[in-house]
């Protein structure tokens, strides 16, 4: 049961303070943040950029939000189903509707062994998709934070009503979600999910997106039926329903299908607002990938790393896990595709353990080299697991990830005194018993994971709730990651997509309403992951993990106005060779992704890099010679310079 929380009574409190003493404190806090703001604005910077924020919410692919956005000036160019002539605007099939087909797989395509792509012979189109489920969907489920005295801290209160708002009204919370127009009879591929009895503001289902499922439901191969120009590393998405009902359904068992991995949003019809209005103003990209495949955890990391983690013995030596939390999705005698243990770890640097051939023989045939980066004995993740560390520097249970020595973005930071801090939804009520504690995402932040991570709080992790204060004193560090608590980072069935706007949004105003230190920031939104949603972009493996497929990328600044679409490879790692970049920082190790280069693209392929593995920097969604002024930041319709 929800309980009123004492700390924030208490600070009701403290309103009365007299007015002397809050003329001088505001006095001081006045002074302090000046001498803040011109530390940070004198540290030497490769750009104008001296204040760059990440803002990271959950699980949407670039097609399920931006499947029918149109740039608004016409000489842009954004890759998405409308503009592929997959739908039309108004969400209905078009011609090349038959590009994101669904097939349902017949017969083991790997002769009984884990698989990663189906050929003709083992796949069939579906009649119809199968229907989206409401998958325990059923009522709001952050309702009760409209009890609490102020709601949850990290909306403003004009927010606070999205809470309440979006439950299904139906009576069960499984089976077919019937508010979806034609449930039951959609065509066998992408699908509008909002429509007449399912508004924008609606909680929905949530769908598989784990490592080893999203690179089946990617379907993955070098051979005459998957590869094209266009598409050299042969990914043809099109296993996504079928994969979600073969890898746990027991032989005889009834399939729990969650077809709303095919659902898209339509911008032509007033779905996800804000995010089409930062798309019409800002900058975007349509080639922002998460970073491997698989969940939150995993792709979280590289925000960090620009690696993957692996399993140690707390002090940076690779040791085996124990042997019950080994992963084998090689399928189950006389199943197709039910997966024999679903646990944590894999060891990728084995050829002959189960999962690994199938993967390693499709990245050996790829058109260029990639180094694996599976390194000999070592463990990496499946799933998400939770760090060694509670959030408040404690030693975390059993079943926890060994503590990691890696070097992270935030050490190379420190190293050279530029401040920077994790706002993390929910930190400061985490583990207090709390309304609203179990609602920061530890998995999220990939500095708990390390080994100093008890050393970093004091400086270094903060709330969202000091996010804003950081905002209006103007005390903002030089780097800022974002990460909103469980109940508005936009996951499927925890949360909904509107919640993240509205979190996002507040977070961008507050940034503007300093106009001086606007003048020098940066605010990047995307999400963590694609959730499992379909996407239609081209994948680039550039090594064992990923990349995964698009994700939504918005660059928020004066430097990025204009409405411009970005075609450049990029993902998470792309973050660090940012900050790198700009604070002059050198890579993180010999091994992580910061390393690659830069991409290369011909003109009229501008999404495939022609030096692949290669990523971005993020450098190429900004302007930085045509800055605009302040003032005309204001105004929607300004064209790009």
């Known amino acids: ?123 069939t189109l579906y009649a119809t998709l199968p229907a989206p489920d409401l998958a325990g969907v059923q009522n709001p489920p952050a309702a009760a934070i409209l009890g609490l005295p102020g709601g949850d801290p990290g909306l403003p209160a004009a927010d606070q009503f999205l809470f309440g708002t979006g439950g299904t009204g ?69 296993l996504q329903s079928a994969v979600t009902t073969t890898f746990s359904t027991p032989p005889g068992g009834t399939p729990h299908d969650t077809g709303q991995t095919m659902a898209f949003f339509n911008m032509q019809r007033g779905d996800v607002p804000f995010f089409k209005s930062l798309a019409d103003t800002y900058t975007i990209s349509d080639n922002y990938h998460q970073p491997v495949m698989g969940g939150t955890w995993a792709d979280s ?131 207090t018993g709390a ?11 990939p500095f708990e994971y390390q080994l100093n991570y008890p050393a970093m709080r004091a400086d270094h992790m903060r709330d969202v709730t000091d996010l804003f204060d950081d905002l209006k004193k103007g005390t903002l560090p030089a780097v800022s990651y974002v990460k909103p608590d469980g109940a508005m980072d936009g996951h499927p069935a925890s949360s909904k997509f509107d919640l993240f706007e509205a979190f996002a949004k507040n977070i961008i105003e507050l940034a503007k309403s300093n106009r001086e230190q606007w003048e ?28 995964g497929p698009r994700i939504p990328m918005i660059a928020v600044s004066r430097f990025s106005r204009g409405g411009h679409v970005s075609h450049v490879y990029n993902e998470h790692s792309s973050f660090v060779k940012f900050v790198e970049r700009n604070w002059y920082l050198g890579k993180l190790t010999a091994r992580s992704r910061d390393n690659l280069p830069n991409p290369r693209s011909d003109d009229d392929n501008p999404y495939v890099p022609v030096n692949m593995p290669a990523i971005g920097d993020l450098f190429d969604m900004f302007d930085f010679d045509h800055g605009h002024d302040f003032d005309h930041d204001h105004d929607h319709g300004h064209d790009r310079d």
């Open 1 to 123: 049961m929800w309980k009123a929380s004492l700390a924030r009574r208490l600070g009701r409190l403290l309103l009365g303070a007299s007015v002397v003493t809050l003329a001088l404190s505001h006095a001081v806090r006045a002074e302090e943040a000046s001498a803040s703001q011109n530390a940070v604005e004198r540290i030497r910077t490769a750009s104008r950029i001296k204040h760059v924020i990440i803002i990271v919410g959950e699980n949407r692919s670039f097609d399920h939000l931006f499947a029918t956005y149109r740039p608004k000036s016409d000489d842009e160019h954004v890759l998405n189903l409308l503009s592929e002539r997959i739908v039309k605007a108004d969400g209905s099939p078009n011609e090349n509707f038959d590009r994101a087909h669904q097939f349902q797989i017949v017969s083991a395509p790997n002769g009984g062994k884990f698989f990663i792509s189906a050929g003709p012979a083992n796949k």
């Open 170 to 238: 139906l009576p069960n919370s499984v089976g077919p979600d019937t508010r979806i127009t034609n449930v039951n009879t959609l065509p066998p591929g992408p699908f509008q999910l909002t429509g007449p009895t399912m508004p924008y503001d609606a909680y929905t289902g949530d769908t598989i997106h784990q490592f080893f499922q999203m690179y089946q439901q990617m379907d993955c191969a070098i051979d005459s039926n998957h590869v094209s120009r266009r598409n050299p590393t042969g990914c043809l998405h099109d």
């Open 301 to 431: 990391m590289p925000l960090g790393f620009a690696d993957q983690i692996f399993y140690s013995d707390g002090h940076g030596i690779a040791i085996a896990p124990p042997a019950s939390t080994i992963y084998n999705p090689d399928p189950q005698p006389n199943t197709l595709n039910l997966y024999t243990s679903r646990k944590q770890w894999f060891n990728c640097s084995d050829s002959t353990a189960p999962g690994m051939k199938a993967i390693l023989d499709y990245l050996g045939k790829l058109p260029y080299r990639l180094q694996t980066k599976c390194d000999a004995g070592h463990f990496y993740p499946a799933v998400n697991i939770g760090p060694a560390w509670t959030p408040q520097g404690t030693p975390a249970g059993a079943g926890s990830v060994p503590t990691v020595t890696m070097t992270s973005i935030g050490d190379l930071l420190s190293a050279k005194n530029i401040p920077w801090k994790y706002y993390g939804g929910g930190y400061n009520v985490s583990g």
């Open 435 to 445: 309304p609203l504690d179990g609602l920061y995402c530890d998995i999220c932040n």
């Open 520 to 547: 020098s920031t940066a605010i990047f939104v995307t999400v963590d992951e694609g959730g499992g949603y379909y996407d239609s972009g081209f994948i680039q493996p550039v090594d064992f993990f990923g990349t």
